[in-house]
Nanobody, 117 residues
Framework: QVMLAESGGRLVQPGESLKLTCVSS???????MGWYRQAPGKQRELVAR???????EYLDSVKGRFFIDRNNTYRASYLYLNNLKPEDTAVYYC????????????WGQGTQVIVSE
């Protein structure tokens, strides 16, 4: 079993920045780590992910504003959210490409980000 724990979400004003942190109970070396988000009434979408070789990709609407990083020593993945907009409001979930039993993928419980005046 893999536990992923997110933190860092809170209420911010438009234009502000946040850092989200995901800590894994298992080593993340070679594991693709990602951040998804789900806004009310919408489907969960991939925001960013980073491979073990530190290749990253981003949702078009966050390119140039968000940055994903990882630290294998600390078993952590980070999502830096800059110039936040109201449409970034969502629950942000950490995900890791772990093999768990016969299935693939592990999720955190989510951290709420609210962008509002």
């Amino acid at each position: 079993q893999v536990m992923l724990a997110e933190s860092g979400g809170r209420l911010v004003q438009p234009g502000e920045s946040l850092k989200l942190t995901c800590v894994s109970s298992r080593r993340i070396d070679g594991i693709v780590m990602g951040w998804y988000r789900q806004a009310p009434g919408k489907q969960r979408e991939l925001v960013a992910r980073i491979t073990g070789a530190e290749t990253s990709e981003y949702l078009d609407s966050v390119k140039g504003r968000f940055f994903i990083d990882r630290n294998n020593t600390y078993r952590a993945s980070y999502l830096y959210l800059n110039n936040l907009k109201p449409e970034d409001t969502a629950v942000y979930y950490c995900w890791g490409d772990f093999v768990v039993g016969t299935s693939t993928g592990a999720w955190g419980q989510g951290t709420q980000v609210i962008v509002s005046e």
